[in-house]
């Protein structure tokens, strides 16, 4: 071995997980129609492709999402590349605390503030 070994050759930070591999996340959803400003904000331990799957399906139990809600009545759409995350956490508590502070500072923009989807 060569004496001139440099440490960057040695060194090998990990490569950056790609966005929708990401989990433990809250995470912003932009509606991409033309005139809806409509934003959601939320939260997920799971892959961030696998909550935007959700997202776009009906619910067989619990409710549909606020998304779903949104999408289906009025036919508009978001693309996954498009979604902004805002926070990591992996600890579910603090996790909702990121996701309802994002969600108060989002409301303080606009005045007619109607639940988890922001209509500016």
């Known amino acids: 071995m060569s004496g001139n070994i440099s440490r960057q050759s040695l060194v090998h930070p990990k490569d950056k997980q790609p966005k ?3 989990s433990n996340i809250v995470y912003a ?7 809806c ?3 959601y904000i939320g939260e997920t ?4 492709v696998k909550r935007m799957y959700q997202h776009r399906r009906a619910s067989t139990g619990c409710g549909d999402s606020a998304v779903y809600s ?4 009025t ?6 590349k498009d979604v902004k995350i805002l926070d990591r956490e992996s600890r579910w508590f603090e996790r909702g605390v990121k996701e309802a502070i994002y969600v108060k500072r989002e409301a303080a923009y606009d005045t007619t503030w109607q639940g988890p989807i922001v209509q500016r």
């Open 20 to 22: 929708d591999k990401q």
């Open 29 to 35: 959803i932009q509606c991409n129609d033309s005139g």
């Open 37 to 39: 400003d409509d934003l």
């Open 45 to 48: 331990k799971q892959t961030l």
């Open 70 to 73: 949104h999408l289906d009545s």
């Open 75 to 80: 036919n508009h759409s978001f693309d996954n």
